[in-house]
């Protein structure tokens, strides 16, 4: 059965009237609903409903060999793999300078390290 709806002071199934029905449970169940609403709207107020995301940001700097620092930030949630428990590693960085790559790596200890990349 679909759900029954009240909108300026009208019963409505799927769209279409339903006409007002003395002693219809359903009709009366609706409209205490809506009074209660209104009665918390005007008084205490309603509870809004808040997704809270953080957002974490990994700042990583890298040295290049020609001596220019690179930073570079990525957010946690496309860098760590938190199932995982690891890096999303073999990202790219391209010096902003001399333009050489480097990747990022986790080393067998599981701590995150630079090298350059093989051409
Ligand atoms: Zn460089």
Redo the contacts with the bound molecule.
Sequence with gaps: MSILILKDGKFYRNGIEEPIEIGNREQIDLLKKQELLINQLTNDGVDCDIDEEEIIIYTISIK???G?KNTIEYEKSSFYDPDLNEFAVDKLIK?R??K?EYILKEDDCGDLVYKLKNN
């Design positions: 290049c060999i020609c220019r010096c300078s001399c050489k």
